[in-house]
């Protein structure tokens, strides 16, 4: 059955990956992004995948945008039966130098934003008695991770949230999981590199028990299986997709 799926970060990597393979499971898809030229263009490719999609530019940190963004999806593609929360930003700071504003602006897009489109998606879930929610939290919030303790507590509160959305839905017909990826090649993960916040892809992707980063095609695949039927009996789960890095 077709449903209408909206996907945050859509623009690029998991977001992007996560789309097309809705797109290819027959679903409709808004893609959701700050950047909107980018996401115009992931929607072109889910046009051409055969499905109906609609770009919308948004911040997910502003409410007002993101009330607007949800407006239009549900005029020119109906009413959300899927959410796919891959709207993120990193940052690297030792914990001494994250400023108030650092740690305020982490939150407000990693965790705010992910309960403002889940608020957002939820009517039209329970109407239907049926819905799909799954957040992209990180391998960071189980493991802790270093000069990171702003984003790993901001993911740490998406796993959370998942869980409190998972028990409260559940008996009307919503499922909510969170998938936390460890290394994945994206272009976030590129600019970590390039800048000198990690070793890099190709360096730290031999040492993943699997042999290789993930891609974002990996983590679409889970993601589509707990967005369909056959998903019906999993909620309130951290589904690992990161090769064995965290167990």
Request: hydrophobic share 50%; glycine share 12%; net charge negative.
């Amino acid at each position: 059955m077709s449903r209408v799926a909206v996907v945050t970060g859509g623009a690029s990597g998991i977001g992007r990956g996560v789309a097309l393979r809705l797109a290819a499971d027959g679903h409709h898809v808004a893609v959701l992004d700050r950047d909107g030229a980018g996401a115009e263009a992931v929607a072109a490719e889910v046009a051409a995948a055969g499905a109906k999609a609609v770009a919308c530019a948004v911040d997910v940190a502003d409410r007002a945008s993101v009330d607007e963004a949800f407006a239009r999806v549900r005029a020119e593609l109906g009413p959300v039966g899927i959410l796919v929360t891959s709207a993120g930003i990193e940052s690297f700071q030792a914990l001494a130098d994250i400023t108030a504003e650092s740690w305020d602006r982490i939150i407000a897009v990693n965790l705010t934003g992910t309960f403002a489109c889940a608020q957002a998606a939820v009517p039209d879930m329970v109407a239907a008695g049926w819905g799909r929610i799954v957040t992209i939290s990180s391998s960071s919030a189980q493991s802790g991770a270093p000069n990171m303790a702003h984003y790993a507590a901001s993911k740490g509160g998406v796993i959370g949230l998942t869980k409190a959305l998972a028990v409260e839905l559940a008996r009307q017909g919503v499922t909510a999981n969170t998938i936390p990826p460890s290394l994945v090649d994206t272009p976030m993960a590129r600019q970590a590199e390039a800048a000198g916040d990690f070793p890099g892809v190709d360096v730290i992707g031999p040492m993943v028990p699997l042999g290789r980063a993930g891609t974002p095609d990996d983590i679409a695949a889970a993601c589509s299986f707990l967005c369909s039927d056959a998903g019906s009996y999993i909620t309130g789960q951290v589904i690992g997709v990161n090769g064995g890095m965290y167990i």
